[in-house]
T-cell receptor, first 110, second 116 residues
Framework: EDQVTQSPEALRLQEGESSSLNCSYT??????LFWYRQDPGKGPEFLFT???AGEEKEKERLKATLTKKESFLHITAPKPEDSATYLC???????????FGAGTRLTVKP | SAVISQKPSRDICQRGTSLTIQCQVD?????MFWYRQQPGQSLTLIAT?????????ESGFVIDKFPISRPNLTFSTLTVSNMSPEDSSIYLC?????????????FGPGTRLTVL
């Protein structure tokens, strides 16, 4: 069965303190690994899709990387507005639905 | 990206009643998905809705409890039937936008349901 585990559950950073969020996964034939940002009371906002090991994508202060077993979301010099829950999800080739992790709740203090 | 709207944005309902949630997309899409996000939890897929066919339900979800309509390629509804407090959740619809070299799924803003 496909599984996604995110760590840590919660992360508190000072503004400017870089860090990484982890997403470990097991899936029978990865079609794509997805990162979303979710603010309280809102739907998930799409950030990245990664398709193969070694792939990297960047957007502003965020950079996502992928290996055969895990993905990292690196946050460089975060700002308070980066505070949100970050969700990771995987999709298998033989399935259209996505399996989500429990998320990492990030708080960035000024 | 896709522009997705949901109605209502939130509702408070009495036990035993039903609520229908609408999802409207700004362009035609083949597949629409309905998810549930219980308080403090991540997203769980309820069902996949294709236009012109019966929805496909995930384990633990049944059509009698969560009937879905998909009358055209831009619209879908999810009904939460005979509600109980355990149905209090955020309900989200999403759509896929496959491309030649990419596959992305976008979510609506969600419907926050509280059952008393």
């Amino acid at each position: 069965e496909d599984q996604v585990t995110q760590s840590p559950e919660a992360l508190r950073l000072q503004e400017g303190e870089s860090s990484s969020l982890n997403c470990s996964y097991t899936v029978s034939g990865l079609r794509g690994l997805f990162w979303y940002r979710q603010d309280p009371g809102k739907g998930p906002e799409f950030l990245f899709t990664l398709y193969s090991a070694g792939e990297e994508k960047e957007k502003e202060r965020l950079k996502a990387t992928l290996t055969k077993k895990e993905s990292f979301l690196h946050i460089t010099a975060p700002k308070p507005e980066d505070s949100a829950t970050y969700l990771c999800a995987v999709q298998a080739h033989n399935n259209n639905d996505m399996r989500f992790g429990a998320g990492t709740r990030l708080t960035v203090k000024p | 990206s896709a522009v997705i709207s949901q109605k209502p944005s939130r509702d408070i309902c009495q036990r035993g009643t039903s609520l229908t949630i609408q999802c409207q997309v700004d362009s035609q899409v083949t597949m629409m998905f309905w998810y549930r996000q219980q308080p403090g939890q991540s997203l769980t897929l309820i069902a996949t809705a294709n236009q012109g066919s019966e929805a496909t339900y995930e384990s633990g979800f049944v059509i009698d409890k969560f009937p879905i309509s998909r009358p055209n390629l831009t619209f879908s509804t999810l009904t939460v039937s005979n509600m109980s407090p355990e149905d209090s959740s955020i309900y989200l619809c999403s759509v896929d936008r496959p491309g030649p070299n990419s596959y992305e799924q976008f979510f609506g803003p969600g419907t926050r349901l509280t059952v008393l």
